[in-house]
């Protein structure tokens, strides 16, 4: 039995001191490059010129991202997921390779940008995955379908390779894993059966009025009004038409209308972000929000409201069997103290996209990369989206990898 981040042997495999301090390198050179969401070229090439000097083949897929495939005789195919990339984040963790890299959005702001949800540790143990694979053949059989996301930040990745015919150019899996960095202690691997994160709705709405001059409101029809009760009447859908056991939100984080206190403007719109556990209940909530909307808009006077889908992120679902063989593996390797049971977060992924869309099972797991005196006292340290969002690198690399290892060789693994 080894810990997570310890150097004794994954399934036979050893993580040597010259091949941790390689990786330390990858890692920190892509902590220091980050690349805002479906603008990974430069990310993209890296992995293309590694994976090629380990003689794996690989392609590109959904402008700028990589799959690479190591065959390796008869025996099940496995696709591992990496997404890669970075957020609009000013980096603060101070250390000596943060990044000072800037990227352009798509309305042509230029931002900070910073690996800060830890995308890079992802990719820097997925590389490493396929280099301790390659090196031992004699060690596994079949097929690993590495994929290297883009875009995971924005729901756009695992779709754009999708809608590039992934599964039509990579051979199909029989399961799709995944693995996130946590903020969690060394050691520690988060996994749950069922529903692993929640699925996401992001909407526009834009209320349009009639505009008149601020001392004759009965010549207009004040969207801010009505938008207002919008909002208001929103947060109705959870505390009222939900069951009390069934988490979900709906938030509203934009509102924007007007330029001047005595104009009633011509139009109000704001942004509502859903977060729901499971299918039914995003019905359910997102039906409430149109009909919400909708009977204030005509409460108002005001025309239909314009309904702007943004962006959505599926289910991220740990199919229990594949989840049972997973956790199996991990116990084995790792100790069943490293296991925690992950509560049903409000984050989302949308990895799920990659298994549902062939029909196949999906295992998503989250790993630790701190030191564990962080957590003392109750106390925790920044965690992913934060500019201070800094796993320790070394834990990052050795505990990434070695996770990967073992879910990995709980499918390709000659037992
Ligand atoms: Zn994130
Ligand atoms: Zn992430």
Known sequence: MTTLTDTRPTAGITLTEPFIERYLEVYKHLHANPELSAQEFRTAEYIEEHLNALGIESFRCGKTGVVGILRNGDGPVIGFRADTDGLPISEQTGLDYASQATGTLPDGTTVPVMHGCGHDTHVAASLALAALLKASLQLWSGTLVLIFQPGEETAYGAKAMIDDGLWDRAPKPEVVLAQHVMPLAEGKLLIRSGHMASLADSWKITVVGRQSHGSQPEKSIDPIVAAAAMVLRLQTIVSRELAPSTPAVVTVGTFHAGLKENIIPESAEFTVNVRTPDEETRAVVLAAIRRIVSAEAAASRAPEPLIEELNNFPRCYNDPEATARVATAFAADFGSEALVEAPLGMGSEDAGWLS?????????????????????DGASPSGNHSPFFAPEARLAVVGGTRAALSGVLAYLGRN
């Open 356 to 376: 549902d869309a062939i029909g196949v099972p999906g295992v998503f797991w989250g790993f630790g990369a701190f030191e564990p005196n962080l957590f003392e």
